[in-house]
């Protein structure tokens, strides 16, 4: 989880953002990654309350 830098995180109600911040201390310790917290009307499908997107750095140069 060291190499997450951001975070998109969509849910269907914003009452529940505790819960994902909640959620959010049990995998990262330290410094959080940039976070977006989104609420959206619906999901892919209607079962689903949270989507979370990462995008994470693993060093290196480009090209």
Known sequence: MNDVV???IYVTD???REEVWRARREF????FPAST???VRALATP???VEVNAT???GGSAG
Do not use: N, Y
Request: net charge neutral; charged share 30%.
């Open 14 to 16: 914003i009452k529940q």
């Open 47 to 49: 079962k689903l309350l």
């Open 28 to 31: 990262f310790t330290g410094d």
């Open 56 to 58: 994470g750095f693993l």
């Open 37 to 39: 917290l989104v609420e």
């Open 6 to 8: 951001r975070l998109d």
